[in-house]
């Protein structure tokens, strides 16, 4: 039996790639923990692909204060939910 892999984070390589929910704004999204980068889909994970110039994820504490949500505290904007795997 194959077992699913934790998704390392494209952008630094660096950390396992997180499903979380983003309190404030009621939604889902993949978080790295150790770059803050962020993808609202999961489809979106990885480099742009061939032809693309723009990026894939945001930042999360950006992404955040462009929401109108500009407190970072993990513990209270953030609720980890599981590791992405594939």
Known sequence: MKRDAKVVCP??????LLRVELVALCT???LCPECDALWLREGDVGPPGPG???VTWFDYETFMKES?????RFEVDLKVLEPLTR
Do not use: F, K
């Open 68 to 72: 109108g949500h500009p407190a970072t």
């Open 28 to 30: 889902e999204a993949i």
């Open 52 to 54: 693309s110039y723009g």
């Open 11 to 16: 952008q630094c390589g660096q950390d396992y």
